[in-house]
């Protein structure tokens, strides 16, 4: 890790840049660096690669944060407490007692602490690329969950015996106290210190989990993300969550999405817009140019007198909505690029053209100029 470049320095950041800044600066980079801008050559391939690597921690509100405190050992794989955090319970005792902890004096009805109750959700984070985001992608995501515990098969006693009833509360988890007071005798309801609320005894805890019934464990899945998701967006994976507790279902996994952005590739909704640079040739003559768009390259003639800033839609080429069949347009914003670096021949040639021009093939300069003598006559 020693031979990394610090990821701030790469992307040429303020250690406290905000989103837009970070994703400003790798749009840059990705831009200049890009392979299909440069082939062949290993160097920008490498620039590129690192490029990448940082905008994908930093934009990571979790890696970023372990960069900052750990440096790169906090966000590499091999170190323990690297890669994603995920949403839940802190430990079992925390389950448990969310479930069991909360009885305490009082005359009300208490639920049944043996009925099933639903997991807790999780959360995860993916990053993917513009393209995948635009394409749909099968990715695979690292959960660390509890998970019901296949030697007692979640009952939390030891293979060939079971849970018994709680002979004090006759499993209920709680038990009726009654106090002498100035005011008479009151009874109170209180937590079963004997099962300690839950209703039943393991007298032979199951080994594997310590008489939970749960284990906590890191597995990976794969998750299908669909054409059109967006840069924010979070995906539900039904039952992917925490396993219940009494035999109820699991919990949901949350996905937050973040797409890296591309150095081409502008998305507003569903629409794409690309910014093309033309000559003043092309746009005075009209030309036949090559339009990049997410499904390859497509051509498009440009009109004789295009202007500055001019915009023409391709329809039905932008990204695919969430679950449709249907797309967003891919809009192309031209820009005329004037000549530098000119020859004495080529200025003498275009002082020529230009004094052999009238307003007449000027409109805007025409309109400008008919307005200002109109204000000032």
């Known amino acids: 890790m020693a031979d990394k470049r610090d990821y701030y320095e790469v992307l040429g950041v303020s250690k406290g840049a905000s989103?837009?800044?970070?994703?400003?600066?790798?749009?840059?980079?990705?831009?200049?660096?890009?392979p299909d801008l440069h082939p062949d050559d290993k160097?920008?391939?490498?620039?590129?690669?690192?490029?990448?690597?940082?905008?994908?921690?930093?934009?990571?509100?979790?890696?970023?944060?372990?960069?900052?405190?750990?440096?790169?050992?906090?966000?590499?794989?091999?170190?323990?407490?690297?890669?994603?955090?995920?949403?839940?319970?802190?430990?079992?005792?925390?389950?448990?007692?969310?479930?069991?902890?909360?009885f305490g004096f009082g005359g009300g009805r208490q639920a049944n602490p043996n009925a099933p109750r639903q997991g807790e959700d999780i959360e995860a984070r993916i990053?993917?690329?513009?393209?995948?985001?635009?394409k749909g992608v099968k990715k695979q995501v690292r959960l660390n969950r509890m998970e019901k515990c296949t030697d007692c098969n979640g009952t939390g006693a030891q293979a060939g015996t079971t849970p018994k009833k709680c002979p004090d509360c006759n499993g209920t988890g709680t038990v009726r106290v009654t106090q002498r007071t100035p005011f008479?005798?009151?009874?109170?309801?209180?937590?079963?210190?004997?099962?300690?609320g839950k209703g039943k005894i393991i007298e032979s805890p199951c080994k594997t989990c310590s008489g939970k019934g749960m284990v906590r464990k890191t597995s990976t899945r794969d998750i299908e993300i669909p054409a059109g998701i967006d840069d924010g967006q979070t995906l539900r994976v039904s039952g992917g969550g925490h396993c219940g507790i009494n035999n109820g279902p699991n919990g949901d996994l949350h996905i937050l999405v973040?797409?890296?952005?591309?150095?081409?590739?502008?998305?507003?909704?569903f629409d794409i817009w690309t910014d093309i640079p033309i000559t003043y040739g092309q746009a005075a003559l009209g030309s036949e140019i090559v339009v990049?768009?997410?499904?390859?390259?497509?051509?498009?003639?440009?009109?004789?007198?295009?202007?500055?800033?001019?915009?023409?839609?391709?329809?039905e080429k932008g990204v695919q909505r969430l679950y449709q069949k249907s797309r967003g347009d891919h809009y192309v914003r031209v820009s005329i690029e004037v000549p530098k670096n000119l020859t004495k021949d080529q200025k003498d040639a275009l002082k020529g053209f230009d004094e052999s021009l009238t307003d007449k093939n000027y409109q805007k300069r025409q309109s400008f100029f008919d307005k200002l003598k109109e204000k000032f006559k």
């Open 19 to 34: 989103d837009d800044e970070l994703k400003k600066a790798y749009r840059k980079l990705a831009k200049q660096y890009h």
């Open 43 to 102: 160097a920008a391939e490498a620039k590129f690669k690192e490029v990448n690597e940082a905008y994908e921690v930093l934009s990571d509100p979790d890696k970023r944060a372990k960069y900052d405190q750990f440096g790169h050992a906090g966000v590499d794989p091999n170190f323990a407490g690297a890669g994603g955090d995920f949403g839940g319970f802190g430990g079992m005792d925390d389950i448990l007692n969310s479930f069991f902890g909360g």
């Open 127 to 134: 990053n993917i690329d513009f393209m995948e985001a635009c």
């Open 184 to 196: 008479g005798n009151i009874a109170q309801t209180a937590r079963c210190s004997k099962c300690g």
């Open 258 to 269: 973040n797409v890296r952005p591309d150095p081409i590739f502008e998305r507003k909704g």
């Open 292 to 315: 990049p768009t997410i499904d390859g390259k497509v051509k498009y003639t440009v009109p004789e007198g295009t202007q500055p800033g001019t915009v023409f839609r391709l329809r």
